[in-house]
């Protein structure tokens, strides 16, 4: 898998900086909520980085899993937005819930999801995002809490995958345009 990495974007001693900075937010933002905090992670992509998130906020959580489909392709957007795996909670006007995504890109699926869980009941939704490829987007929609902006090359990684491959790896990494073509991520 390594040979198919063009460069190391995000190193694994980086990516713990970026997730400790992002707990600290989140635990200073929601210290005093009084309602439930669920991190909503986003399948597939979101496991790692949510699994290393959840660990280092030190307020109260929960969890639960989306899973939702934007993709045409393996590496070209729809446009489309489905709902594979919903989020099916009785108390959810007692959540504060936070998307944990991996990447955004276009910004029309988080924009999309924030929408439809406010009018499903939550009390209020906010996003928090690994990587922000800002270049990308379409709609005008700003994520809460970023790790790191990046240029918009496909990465690979961490969660992040290209025809489920290379998310094991412990590291963010730029794919060769010889793996996937021209296409992007």
């Known amino acids: 898998m390594n040979k198919d990495i063009a460069r190391v974007m995000i190193t694994e001693e980086e990516l713990e900086t970026l997730i400790s900075r992002l707990a600290k937010e989140i635990d200073r933002d929601y210290a005093?909520?009084?309602?439930?905090v669920l991190l909503l992670g986003i399948l597939k992509g979101s496991v790692v980085f949510?699994?290393?998130?959840?660990?280092?906020?030190?307020?109260?959580?929960?969890?639960?899993?989306?899973?939702?489909?934007?993709?045409g392709s393996s590496t070209k957007s729809s446009g489309n937005i489905n709902i594979?795996?919903?989020?099916?909670r009785k108390d959810i006007d007692e959540c504060d819930i936070i998307i944990v995504e991996d990447i955004i890109d276009s910004g029309r699926t988080l924009m999309y999801l924030v929408e439809y869980l406010l009018h499903k009941g939550a009390n209020s939704v906010r996003t928090c995002?690994?990587?922000?490829?800002?270049?990308?987007?379409?709609?005008?929609?700003?994520?809460?809490?970023?790790?790191?902006?990046?240029?918009?090359?496909?990465?690979?990684?961490?969660?992040?995958d290209y025809d489920e491959k290379y998310r094991t790896?412990?590291?963010?990494?730029?794919?060769s345009p010889e793996v996937y073509g021209s296409t992007g991520n």
């Open 50 to 71: 949510m699994g290393e998130l959840m660990k280092k906020i030190t307020i109260p959580v929960e969890i639960d899993f989306m899973k939702v489909s934007s993709y």
């Open 32 to 36: 005093d909520s009084g309602r439930r």
């Open 129 to 160: 995002t690994l990587l922000d490829k800002v270049s990308r987007r379409e709609v005008d929609f700003q994520p809460d809490y970023v790790g790191k902006v990046i240029e918009d090359e496909f990465v690979v990684g961490y969660g992040l």
């Open 84 to 88: 594979l795996l919903d989020l099916v």
């Open 169 to 175: 790896l412990p590291y963010i990494g730029v794919l």
